[in-house]
């Protein structure tokens, strides 16, 4: 159970938004554990060949799982931080909107990605993240998430790629 190491942070980055804390988790040998067992479990590892997480804390845990089973890492990033060749695509956020960059030969390990962030909320990051990968000729097999705000629409953003969250609130 990873509810317990997570911490609700109230108005944090803005007014009205509850923020979900994974620090305590990370801090927790048996929390971090649990979360990157839990992800190993959510979905069959011979599913996918390559471990894809969304800059910056789909990184923690989507290397951390890449490495216990032995697969390679893609870091999807915000705009400017690839050095090689990428492809990019933004999205709309309430106010404004944001960008996402992946290397062109990001697939080359395996095609099959494992789509790996902390948390969904509205499902623009991950939505964007999809249509990525796509584009570069990788199929996301499934998503995987630490939580899942539940009240909020991500999921139906998603199309028909399976989801998986530990939590969900
Ligand atoms: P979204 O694109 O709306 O699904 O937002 C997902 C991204 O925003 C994830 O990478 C999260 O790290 C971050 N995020 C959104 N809402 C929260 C929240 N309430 N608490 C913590 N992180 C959040």
């Known amino acids: 159970m990873v509810e317990r190491f997570i911490r609700d942070v109230p108005d944090f980055p803005k007014e009205g938004i509850l923020f979900k804390d994974i620090t305590p988790l990370l801090q927790s ?28 804390r789909g990184f923690i845990f989507g290397t951390a799982l890449a490495c216990k089973l032995g697969k390679g890492f893609v870091p999807i990033r ?12 933004s999205y709309q956020l309430e106010y404004g909107s944001d960008t996402i960059e992946i ?28 249509t990525l990968v796509r584009r570069i000729g990788a199929t996301p097999v499934a998503c995987a998430f630490v939580i899942e705000l539940g009240f909020l629409p991500g999921r139906a953003k998603l199309g028909d790629v399976p989801i998986h969250s530990l939590l969900t609130y």
Do not use: N
Not at 47 to 55: A, F, K, L, M, P
Not at 81 to 87: A, D, F, G, R, S
Not at 105 to 120: E, I, T, W
């Open 29 to 56: 040998p048996e929390g971090l554990a649990q979360a990157i067992e839990g992800l190993a479990a959510a979905v069959d590892p011979a599913s996918y060949d390559t471990v894809c997480g969304i800059e910056s």
């Open 78 to 89: 915000k705009p400017g931080k690839l050095p090689w060749k990428t492809e990019s695509e």
């Open 103 to 130: 290397h062109v030969d990001a697939a080359s390990q395996g095609p099959r990605f494992l789509m790996v962030d902390d948390l969904l909320a509205t499902g623009g990051t991950m939505a964007a993240a999809l």
